[in-house]
């Protein structure tokens, strides 16, 4: 079985809270919402109970908040279970296969070594090429789509988002529409420095879509999210006046609050942040708050909140008031009370930096 198939049966079969016993993760939980599905466990050796996420969905992607140097942003269940055992890649595989008890056979070819003897400044230049060089998104790299694509919808603010306080004027702004045959609302995205159409989300309206085998979203394959920050092109005028750029999760956060006349949000488009979205929002050289969804801990907020520590004045909204419910954004919450979490968000200086190195040491 492929590398491909084989997380994809792990998935499917739902075994990936038995490969995770397997490999001595504990305090194994799964979470579901509107947004995501995904499990979260400790270390094998370490006490920090929301320490991993694993995602369910057929690539396993894999965050370990408390072993960032091991885990980079391709990890999957196979790297966790290569630290978690010892074990190199192929043999990692092999393991699975046997825990699983799949037939193991691989197809895997090692490059031969070449006999060539090579100048050692070029192996110091192949090294620091491979680990210390990280290569910066051009406006070249962007793959443009054709606003040609947005007339086959029509431009209309779904009641259901009205309903939960979605303006029309923001709805305008932000060019929602909807597609009455795919029964989905076309969120479009727009490259932050020049507004050009990137990416589609589009998102299902049908109720228990799940039973249907339908999925959430379907965004466009040629979008990569991880290169942009949604929002961000529409309101990058308000916020650098503000001083402030407030970082949430989803694309509705930002509609929400830009309805209540609020324009200093953006989206990441998930609780996971990208190097490319760091560099970003330290050009803006604005105050940089994350507001993530109540559900999502202390530890991975502290994490993002570390990505900006002594470059730029950074804080954070965190609900110790009981404000918002169980998986509600700040956004969902009613303005008095958003301005209310806003204006007690809390700073992240050393003595939080000093909080967030306590909870790594307590791994």
Known sequence: MDIVSLKKYIFEEHKVEYVLKEIGCHDIKYHSNKEKEYFSCANYNGNNLYAINVKNNPYLNVKNWTREKEFDENADIITLVEYNKKLSFVEAIKYLHKILGLDFKWNGKPKKKSKENKDILNIGLEIFTKYSC?????????????????????????IGWFREGVMHRSAKKFGLAYSYMRNRIIIPHRYWLTGELIGINARTTIDNYEEFNIKKYWITPSYQKSKNLYGLWENRETIEKAGYAVVYEAEKSVLKRDSLLDNTGVALSGHTISEEQVRILIGLNVEIVIAMDKDVCIEEIRFLC??????????????????????????????????????????????????????????
Not at 312 to 323: A, E, F, G, P
């Open 134 to 158: 990280k290569k910066r998104v051009n406006v070249s790299d962007i793959h443009v789509l054709k606003e040609e694509l947005l007339y086959d919808y029509v431009p209309l603010l779904y």
């Open 306 to 363: 570390e990505k900006f520590y002594r470059i730029r004045k950074t804080s954070y909204i965190y609900d110790n008031y009981d404000l918002l419910n169980k998986k509600d954004s700040p956004a969902d919450a009613r303005n008095k009370d958003y301005q209310f979490l806003f204006n007690h968000r809390i700073f992240y200086d050393t003595k939080e930096h000093r909080k967030y190195v306590r909870s790594l040491e307590e791994k």
